[in-house]
């Protein structure tokens, strides 16, 4: 997803402001998703991206194209990252989203809860 900033800093893509606010659209989610702190309300930000990037919901696939992307690409990358561990819940931030006991283990989100 590196290549999101490498295409907001480039000057020819500047001059496209359209896309631009499209991709910053998308690179937001992507930091919301990858969240690391204990703050309730962006953990439940991060859960959010995390589904808004995977669900290919109407509004994902028409900002992702107004970016100038694909969105099945966008999502398999996105997809990549969560099988790599990139995207992950650690227990903390599981037990502050769902009220559970509190323990350090990490919890992938392949896993089932």
């Not at 694909?70 to 903390?92: A, C, H, S």
């Amino acid at each position: 997803m590196k290549s999101f900033v490498k295409i907001l800093q480039t000057k020819t893509f500047i001059e496209n402001k359209e896309k631009r606010l499209f991709c910053s659209v998308i690179y937001q989610a992507i930091e919301d998703a990858d969240y690391k702190g204990l703050d309730k309300k962006y953990i439940k930000y991060k859960r959010e991206a995390i589904d808004w990037l995977l669900n290919m919901s109407d509004d994902f696939c028409l900002i992702v194209d107004l970016a100038g992307y694909n969105p099945e690409y966008i999502r398999d990358k996105i997809k990549n990252l969560i099988y790599v561990g990139k995207y992950q819940f650690t227990q903390e931030q599981f037990d502050i989203l769902y009220h559970t006991g509190i323990n350090k283990k990490i919890i992938k989100l392949n896993d089932k809860p």
